[in-house]
């Protein structure tokens, strides 16, 4: 599948019918996206889901190619991102962009993952080691 060709919606947890290596968690989080890492410049976006190694989100209209290294902030965290694929216009993913964290030892949203972990009835140690991957699909 082309890299700019939008994937099937992410799913909260690997099933046989979707067999990701790590479990996802739909939660919106307000979050911050930085083009340059020395600029004070930003964007507005929200996730849709995130996990220990990447996320789904809305906005960033910055983000123009497959590649390109962003650096989103929640909070007071700041960690660098690929970006692994952008959702064509005029279809459900539009304006929706799939990343990869590049720092593992750097989660910036891992207190959300836990509590809703937590929630949910499951185990906060439960979440795997941060490892790199193509958050989404391959």
């Known amino acids: 599948m082309p890299p700019t060709e939008p994937r099937a919606p992410f799913s909260p947890a690997a099933t046989a ?12 989080v307000p979050v911050k996206i930085f083009l340059d ?3 004070a410049n930003f964007q507005h976006a ?3 889901d995130i996990s220990m190694i990447g996320a789904r989100l809305q906005g960033g209209t910055g983000i123009k190619t497959i590649g390109q290294e962003i650096w989103i902030q929640r909070l007071n965290k700041r960690a660098k991102y690929r970006v692994n694929w952008i ?4 279809t459900p993913e539009a304006g929706q962009v799939g990343v990869d ?3 593992p030892d750097n989660v910036i949203w891992e207190g959300e993952l836990k509590a809703k972990i937590t929630q949910g009835g499951g185990k906060t140690d439960s979440l795997p080691a941060p490892s790199s991957s193509n958050f989404g699909r391959k």
């Open 17 to 28: 019918e979707d067999p990701r290596r790590e479990k996802r968690v739909s939660i919106a």
């Open 37 to 39: 890492p020395s600029s």
């Open 87 to 90: 959702g064509k216009p005029d």
């Open 101 to 103: 964290l590049l720092e």
């Open 46 to 48: 929200c996730t849709y």
